[in-house]
């Protein structure tokens, strides 16, 4: 299966399961920390971060290890769906808090539940963070952002995380994804919270690049 393929069949198990709602705020091609790597799929929903890596047929396992070792430096979940073939590889790779699906032209199949991530850092949050959210955390900790560049704020601000609690640093990110992703996120759960599926036609919804968009009947 192609990585499409999968993504339909991966957010329409998400989708029928409830795991996604009209609540959720739902993201591909999300860049991390200094745009090294890129999130294929991911969700947010009831204050949870989730990862999803695809891997399809045409895909390696050459750069998994890393990708996942960065994932779960900043998710709370991480999953990755992969084709029949690359099962066993995965699992030799992944840590046990990993959960991983295999994807086939039959279905999705959970071979391995995984687990909440714990113990994400306050500096991790932080290094996701765009300008506008580093801004208003500098200023929840009365630091004063317009008298900054970029890195010079971001310095300043970790030197004060002891500030501010864990979970008021998470939410001022999440605010800040929900808003980020919020056009693509809406269109796509207009289109299949109304149908009660996912359809390959759909995913292209999600992409933040999408600058106009063609329904399809």
Known sequence: M???????????????????DFSSIVFSEMNLARKARRVDLGYIRNQE????????????????AGQLEEY????????????????????AIADDDVAVWEVTSDGLKVIRKGRLIKNISKQNYLELMTK????????????IPSDLAMYELKIEVSSRLNKISKSDVKDILLDGISKRFSMPSNRFLAKVC???????SDVILLSPYLKRVVEVA
């Open 2 to 20: 192609g990585e499409k393929e999968i993504k339909t069949t991966v957010l329409d198990k998400l989708l029928k399961t409830g795991q996604i």
């Open 49 to 64: 971060m989730v990862a999803i890596e695809i891997k399809s047929e045409k895909d390696s396992l050459f750069r998994l």
């Open 194 to 200: 109304a149908f009660g599926s996912v359809r390959p």
């Open 72 to 91: 779960r430096k900043y998710f709370d979940r991480v999953i990755v769906a992969v084709a029949g073939k690359y099962v066993e590889g995965v699992l």
């Open 132 to 143: 506008r959210e580093v801004s208003l955390l500098a200023r929840r900790i009365g630091i």
